[in-house]
């Protein structure tokens, strides 16, 4: 799996973006991702809706990969670390955690993840948030407005629809606003939403070769 990197600044404090849906925090050696939605291939299956189950298996190396890539001593989810109930995937995902049993994960709740604290435990969360604070900037799963904070969110798994000489082609991509910052989703099994609710935001796309700003 190929990194690319892309250096921002906030507040004067250093973010890479990268190519594989996660960014990282240089300050607080955090990485922080949103919306992994754990569980959601399962659950379509459990449905009826065949899908193929190395989906959830290609997301977890990616973040492995990752962890490994930047050695962090935390990771921050911001919100829908789940999808639905308990399913086949929760095993998964515990015997991936095994891997890094002293790596403290912080969950930001969002709106997918109903089930019980207790079992969120269980599953290796180090500590569980409604919305997360640290130094000047807020993890809140949605877009919430705080006063004199910086506010990173997910929730929106934001795209671009750009136009190419013969079709129109879709990017998943990070926004960042002057008082905001919008995960991409980072399970690869998720539609995009390309309205353009940020006109005015900076906006980098990826691919798996590069990273773009776009305005």
């Given at each position: 799996?190929k ?5 921002i ?17 240089k300050e607080?050696?955090a ?6 939605h ?9 449905n009826?809706i ?7 298996l290609?997301d ?17 989810i911001?919100?829908d670390?789940?999808h ?13 955690k095994?891997q890094?049993?002293?790596?403290k ?7 997918h993840?109903r ?9 290796g969360?180090?500590?569980i ?45 990070y926004?960042?606003t002057?008082?905001?910052?919008i ?11 390309t309205n ?9 796309i ?6 773009h700003?776009?305005?």
């Open positions: 799996m990194i690319i990197e892309k250096l600044s906030i507040k004067e404090e250093n973010f890479i973006l990268t190519n594989q849906r996660a960014l990282f925090w607080t050696s990485l922080i991702l949103s919306d992994l754990l569980g959601k291939t399962a659950h379509f299956r459990k009826g065949p899908l193929p189950s190395d989906i959830i290609e977890l190396k990616r973040l492995s990969d990752l962890i490994d890539h930047f050695n962090p001593e935390k990771v921050i911001v919100g670390f789940l639905a109930g308990k399913n086949s995937e929760f095993e998964i995902y515990k015997n991936w095994l890094f049993p002293d790596l994960i912080i969950l930001v709740k969002g709106n993840d089930i019980s604290e207790k079992y969120l435990f269980e599953l969360i180090s500590n948030h409604s919305v997360y604070q640290e130094n000047e900037f807020t993890f809140s799963h949605e877009d919430l407005k705080y006063e004199n904070q910086f506010v990173i969110s997910g929730h929106l798994h934001p795209g671009v629809v750009l136009q190419s000489s013969t079709r129109k082609l879709k990017f998943p991509c926004i960042v002057e008082n905001q910052l995960l991409p989703a980072f399970s690869k099994f998720t539609g995009l939403d353009n609710y940020f006109p005015e935001a900076q906006k980098y990826f691919t798996q070769d590069s990273i700003l776009i305005q």
